[in-house]
């Protein structure tokens, strides 16, 4: 199945309200990290992938799936765009400092206590995005790079930069769909993001 949406967004900056908005809208099923982490084969492939298997972009790693948001795609963007070339790119975005606090909050503190060193929460997210530095200066200078990287790539056409907030109306002009009769959905808070992955993968 060819991807229709590619999120090129970090997690924790609104992915899994995207995932639950592009669901709604019809572009699901949307491929988020929980997809990961809930599923055996997905996260066996994806661990593989991370450790520098040769990825099946178009079949196997979005089997069944229409639109990807947060990790571990978003690390593979540029991948990504140039295997599906139709697909519209949704960049979910969030103040710098804000990111970071929620990173901390959530993804962080797990991350720390996590046993598995195979897990992708280790292997790819601290390891390859982070370089293995989880600190606050280093970790939001990643930040801001990657979002340049994407504004510098991604033709603006094609390219959508939706902050927190945003709502519905650009992102339904950006995939040229109505607007829903009902309000744009607020997911995953930290509380929320500790309970459903007590173990990160």
Request: net charge negative; aromatic share 10%.
């Amino acid at each position: 199945m060819s991807l229709l949406v590619i999120g090129t967004g970090f997690g924790r900056a609104g992915t899994d309200s995207m995932r639950e908005a592009l669901n709604m809208l019809g572009f699901g099923p949307c491929h988020h990290m929980y997809e990961v982490t809930s599923n055996e084969t997905q996260k066996q492939r994806w661990r593989a992938v991370a450790k520098g298997a040769s990825p099946d972009w178009e079949e196997g790693l979005f089997e069944g799936y229409s639109s990807c948001v947060d990790w571990p795609s978003c690390y593979y963007w540029r991948e990504l765009i140039e295997a599906h070339p139709p697909a519209r790119v949704i960049h979910t975005d969030r103040s710098a400092e804000g990111w970071w606090h929620s990173i901390e909050s959530s993804f962080l503190s797990m991350s720390r206590a996590a046993m598995d060193p195979d897990s992708l929460g280790v292997v790819l997210i601290a390891g390859k995005v982070f370089g293995g530095r989880m600190e606050r200066a280093h970790a939001i200078s990643v930040y801001e790079a990657h979002r340049r990287d994407v504004l510098a790539t991604v033709p603006p056409d094609r390219l959508l930069v939706h902050a927190l907030g945003d709502g519905w109306e650009p992102l339904c002009r950006h995939l040229g769909v109505p607007v829903p009769d009902q309000p744009y959905p607020q997911r995953n808070s930290s509380e929320e993001f500790r309970s459903r992955m007590a173990t990160p993968d």
